[in-house]
């Protein structure tokens, strides 16, 4: 290449004459790319600003901020508001901060995240690869669940959690009850409770999770080539092999993407949080509406700013964590077979 | 060729012996909907024969095959392979091993893992597995790229790991679904050697759709034409090509196509065209398909490459004068497009005549070498 790459000044005359050759030169300076580039770093700054400015003020103390310069970085640094936040701020009895709803989210979080995906790969892999007879209208009737609201399911799922709670405990009941009497047992009534607990809202969760992810998977799955499923079966893999041997390995980028559909959703849920919970076991979010709009006593700006932060840092994590793992994910499974 | 075949259509040869049955297809019907893709087919499939499913696509060839995989449910009908009904069985109980034509590798295992899988998947002992791993992967040379992936691996490459992966179930039946068509020509010509090859080596029933001719021309021990869901005709390549059974047979098998000319049959001679440029053949040396054949309308098809040139016109048992309109060379033949009775005719020359448009063309016909049909049901006479 670089011998082709001839000195311009002293080849440039002889080709003058015989007009354009090569690429266009371009000029960097144009008119059209600083109206694009400006508009972008406007737009940017715009969007910005805010972020800034709660970072800023997360980290004045309350006299600071009542001199009111919004925008100036603070003069003196104090990190008190961010450990108030997170372990000293009250919510009605609990004043134990926001780690209690941290911990909360998180443990509605994993469990929510890990049974809504599996659910949701397993029956994209069957409606995409198994197809039975009615599929597609069981796959349509899933979709449609997708566009109804989710205020008029809120109060019907109230009470089917309550009732399959109590259902289930009844039956755990008849069956456990006489079996620890028969051995002479201190027996107590067993209680399953989905309603107010955190295992109803994960089941709400990995239900409302499913159409958006089996879409998602069936579709992708779909893009497998069919031939690469039938010379699976000629091998001798079995539903389950196939899908963990051959289609597993080759889902990274679109489980990357349900990962982070499902952590944010499931991370920035106020809704079902509020209504499946009880006050002990409010997630992170509900929490910090708890903290930033209680009306008793003066506004601590710096301390609501930091739990705002704070509540937002696990789906900011996952965008900048994930991201590269995304592209990686798709360049994974760029290369055809 | 050991085997039978009944069509539904009625034309069948004369049912040979009955020995060393590998596959046979009885009755089968395939329906999608409303729409019928195969229909009430039967194919006999001889121990260790090399049949080749041939049509355009759509004619159900892939379906039948898929079919035999047993990847496919049939509405009606059975499958039979070694003498035993597998009609129910999954495509791994078959005996069968598969070669598609998108190689169909799993891109995420090495290629020793591809071939692998299958043996795995049936429990079989590490040692054995390593044996028959090594032993397709010296017949198909493919040895120093087991560690790699299908990625790194180009087309014919591919190909012949996925050939590999049949190879080492050590399986009675290969099919193969247009294992070629993804592949260059060159390499699609070297590959095609190498699976006859094979196939001489090993001595496995090999079922193998295909709608590319030489491929099927030249690999098959017979052909089985297909069109719209039952096969046409059934056949080794030599009476495919010399004796199609149909108009469709005929216009399909040979590249340039059969000329075909329309016309009257009268008292066992072709007569078509009107006064000027008319032709008339005796057809005397033409075996006829039944004995008696009365005067009615014709076709009679003539494969340019049978047509007469040069210093034997003077021999030949018909004799006729063209006026060339174009000309194809082709480096080692020439192809001339001229018009007999109204109708275009190509001639096929040797490469190295000195023909120009406008040059008056002597030509000779043998009517033993050419096809006759009848116009209306387009059967062979």
């Given amino acids: ?337 | 060729m050991t085997a039978t075949l009944r069509i539904a259509e009625g034309h069948s040869p004369a049912p040979k012996s009955e020995v060393g049955h590998s596959v046979q297809v009885k009755d089968l019907d395939l329906q999608f909907g409303a729409v019928k893709v195969l229909n009430d087919l039967n194919l006999d499939i001889g121990e260790g024969e090399f049949l080749v499913l041939l049509g355009p696509s759509g004619c159900g060839k892939s379906t039948l095959l898929n079919c035999i995989a047993g990847l496919l449910e049939p509405t009606d009908g059975q499958i039979w392979i070694k003498g035993q009904n597998v009609t129910w069985k999954e495509p791994n109980e078959r005996g069968i091993g598969m070669v598609f034509q998108s190689y169909a590798l799993y891109p995420q295992m090495t290629v020793e893992g591809n071939l692998s899988f299958g043996l795995k998947n049936a429990r079989m002992p590490k040692d054995e597995i390593r044996r028959r791993v090594a032993r397709a992967a010296e017949i198909l040379q493919i040895e120093p790229l087991l560690q790699r992936k299908p990625g790194a691996l180009s087309g014919g490459q591919r190909q012949r790991v996925a050939i590999g992966r049949a190879l080492v179930r050590d399986v009675d039946v290969f099919l193969f679904d247009e294992p070629l068509s993804n592949l260059d020509a060159k390499l699609r010509a070297d590959l095609r050697v190498e699976i006859k090859r094979l196939h001489q080596q090993l001595r496995n029933t090999m079922i193998y759709v295909t709608h590319d001719q030489v491929e099927a021309m030249t690999l098959a021990d017979r052909i089985a034409i297909m069109k719209g869901g039952v096969i046409m005709q059934l056949g080794t390549p030599d009476e495919i090509y010399n004796r199609p059974q149909s108009l469709y047979v005929a216009d399909f098998i040979g590249s340039p196509s059969m000329n075909f000319i329309t016309g009257h049959l009268e008292g066992g001679t072709f007569k078509a065209g009107g006064m000027s440029g008319g032709v008339v053949l005796p057809m005397e040396g033409y075996r006829f398909a039944t004995p008696q054949v009365g005067d009615r309308p014709a076709v009679i098809g003539i494969r340019p490459e049978h047509v007469i040139t040069g210093e034997l016109v003077a021999s030949a048992p018909v004799t006729h004068e063209v006026t060339v309109e174009l000309v194809e060379p082709m480096g080692s033949d020439t192809l001339v497009w001229a018009q007999v009775a109204g109708e275009r005719f190509r001639i096929r020359m040797d490469g190295q005549a000195r023909v120009a448009p406008g040059d008056r063309l002597p030509i000779g016909i043998d009517p033993s070498r050419a096809s006759l049909f009848d116009k209306k049901t387009e059967d062979r006479l």
């Avoid at chain 1, 456990?176 to 994960?202: A, K, N, Y």
């Fill in chain 1, 1 to 337: 290449m670089a011998e082709f790459s001839t000195n311009p000044a002293t080849l440039g005359a002889s080709r003058m004459d015989d007009g354009p050759r090569g690429p266009r030169p371009r000029r960097v300076l144009s008119s059209t790319n600083i109206m694009l580039y400006g508009t972008l770093i406007i737009v940017a700054l715009y969007y910005l600003l805010p972020l800034y400015v709660m970072i800023v003020t997360s980290l004045k103390d309350m006299t600071e901020i009542r001199m009111g310069n919004v925008f100036s970085p603070p003069v003196e640094v104090t990190f008190q508001p961010w450990v108030k936040a997170w372990a000293e701020a009250c919510t009605g009895v609990n004043c134990d901060g926001l780690s209690r709803g941290f911990w909360n989210s998180v443990r509605i979080l994993i469990p929510s995240v890990l049974l809504s995906i599996t659910i949701a790969l397993i029956s994209g892999y069957t409606l995409s690869k198994w197809k039975f007879k009615g599929s597609e209208i069981f796959f349509a009737i899933l979709i449609v669940g997708a566009f109804i609201p989710y205020q008029v399911m809120l109060y019907p799922i109230v009470i089917l959690l309550r009732d399959s709670g109590i259902g289930i405990s009844n039956a755990i009941n008849t069956v456990w009850l006489p079996v620890c009497e028969t051995f002479g047992g201190e027996c107590r009534r067993v209680r399953v409770q989905l309603f107010g607990s955190l295992s109803g809202l994960v089941i709400v969760h990995s239900i409302f999770g499913m159409p958006i992810l089996t879409l998602l998977f069936r579709n992708y799955f779909a893009s497998i080539p069919e031939e690469l499923f039938k010379a699976a079966r000629v091998d001798g893999a079995g539903f389950w092999g196939i899908l963990f041997r051959i289609m597993l390995p080759m889902s990274l980028p679109i489980l990357v993407v349900a990962i982070i559909l499902q952590v944010t959703g499931i991370w920035n849920d106020f809704l079902f949080g509020v209504v499946y919970t009880r006050a002990e076991a409010y997630p992170m979010t509900v929490q910090l509406n708890n903290i930033v709009n209680s009306v008793q006593g003066i506004k601590e700006y710096n301390v609501n700013m930091a739990a705002t932060l704070l509540t937002g840092l696990v789906p900011l994590t996952i965008y900048f964590v994930s991201g590269k793992l995304f592209v990686r994910g798709i360049a994974a499974g760029a290369v055809k077979g």
